[in-house]
C-alpha cells in the first residue's frame, strides 16, 4: 500500500465506518495518546522498565498502526499529501544531513 493509497483507505474508512472526523484537536489529543502507548511498550522492551502481567500481550506493530491511522486523519484533515511531503521531507534532511552523520564521532 503506498502512502496516498493509506490516506484515501483511512478516509473511506472513516465516511463509512468512523461517519465522521473527530476534529482537528481530538485527532491531535489521540495521536498523543498512541504515541504514548508506543513509548510505553518501548520503554519496556527496550528500556529498564518490566511489562506488568496484564501488558505482557501487547503488539507493538498493531500501537505502531494506530499512531499512522491517526497521522493520517490529520494529514486528509489539514489537506496534507503525505507522499509529497514525506519527499520534500527527505530532501531537506539529504541537503541538511549530507555529511553531518558520516562526521559524528559518536556514530562510528
Known sequence: MTIAEAQETVDQW???TGI???????NTAIL?????EV????SRK???QSFKKSD?????????ADVLFVLICLANQTGIDLTDAMEKN????TIRDTDR???????K
Open 101 to 107: 552523520h558520516k562526521n559524528n564521532e559518536k556514530l
Open 39 to 42: 513509548a510505553r511498550i518501548m
Open 46 to 48: 527496550y528500556g529498564e
Open 56 to 64: 505482557e500481550a501487547v503488539d507493538l506493530a498493531d500501537e505502531m
Open 14 to 16: 472513516i465516511k463509512n
Open 32 to 36: 498523543m495518546e498512541e504515541v504514548g
Open 90 to 93: 527527505l530532501i531537506k534532511k
Open 20 to 26: 465522521r472526523y473527530f476534529n482537528e484537536l481530538t
